[in-house]
């Protein structure tokens, strides 16, 4: 938890006390390798804070054609938020790729959270904003289609990724074939 | 401003006087057709709230080419948020394409709301929710290819826009000939 309370405290200072009173409303939850932590058609239940590990949102087409909405790594939150902010059932996968600890939080504690601690919504409210930027970046550079300037995008959100991720996923990410993407990795070294 | 507390009303109550408290960080700003709000190179100084009228977001690659972020219409905020929230200066562009009024809200602004009134902090924070699963669903649909399902997620998300817009921009902002949106069109009727 008390990497909970670090990456809270970058946005907004916590006294002890409060930080006990954030703390019940979140569950740990060990991951293994290729576990699914939502599978498509379930309930999003849970939104998902990465303490360690790399995970996948992806989505399948019916004829079984896989799409990758984003990938996550520490410090990042997660879930299909559709689902998840409308009580839906989900449309999206969320898979291990290496194995990994996440705090899960439901949508009825993220909500009695923030009505008990202005801070708590406080800090929902920038993390979301950061969200949405990111979002917004993600369109831009899909409706771009300029292929290197995607890369620089990618390379610029997850640092530590483009080194370690298994080439396909990358390029499936970017909507760029493999031979694309080793002369832009190439390049960029 | 009735329609401000309206806006507002929807996602909290508010009282008398904290809506006093509210309306000095607005400004009104009436806006004539083809009008920029923002353009591509100026700093991102305010968020908008339309009151009335319709918006374009868009940007311009070098070669002079229209990307269209999204529409925006009575009730929606809109910004360039990449720009708004980091205090960059913006690669978008914002025109008025049927005149109206909106409401301009600074980011200092903003913070010092949220600051002084926690319902503030939640009110923004559910509308950033809201249109963190528009920019999701978006994503889905430009990765998800199918002109089909684009046409009807547009439909969904701007129920008064697709009899009123100039087809040219509905198409260009799915990603679809005019021929196939004019069929999509025929068939949903």
Same mark, same amino acid.
């Given at each position: ?74 410090n990042w939150w997660m879930s299909d938020y559709i689902a998840y902010?409308n009580h839906r059932h989900t449309n999206m996968n969320v898979i ?14 993220? &909500? ?14 920038? #993390?979301?904003? !950061?969200? %949405? +930027? $990111? ?12 292929? &290197? ?14 080194? #370690?991720?298994? !080439?396909? %996923? +990358? $390029? ?12 832009l990795h190439a390049k960029h070294g």
């Amino acid at each position: 938890m008390e990497k909970l309370r670090k990456h809270i405290q970058q946005i907004t200072p916590i006294s002890d006390e409060e930080f006990e009173s954030v703390k019940p409303y979140f569950t740990i939850r060990k991951v293994l390798k290729n576990q699914f932590l939502i599978q498509q058609g379930d309930e999003a239940l849970y939104e998902y804070l990465i303490l360690s590990g790399i995970f996948r949102v992806f989505y399948l087409e019916e004829s079984g054609k896989e799409h990758i909405v984003q990938f996550a790594t520490e410090n990042w939150w997660m879930s299909d938020y559709i689902a998840y902010f409308n009580h839906r059932h989900t449309n999206m996968n969320v898979i291990c790729m290496e194995a990994g600890e996440v705090l899960c939080l439901t949508l009825e504690g993220r &909500e009695n959270l923030s009505a008990a601690l202005h801070k708590m919504e406080h800090f929902f409210r920038i #993390k979301l904003t !950061k969200g %949405y +930027v $990111a979002l917004q970046q993600r369109i831009i550079s899909l409706l771009s289609g300029n292929p &290197e300037q995607r890369y620089e995008e990618f390379a610029r959100l997850y640092p530590n990724l483009i080194q #370690k991720m298994p !080439k396909k %996923y +990358v $390029a499936e990410y970017l909507g760029l074939s493999r031979e694309t993407l080793s002369r832009l990795h190439a390049k960029h070294g």
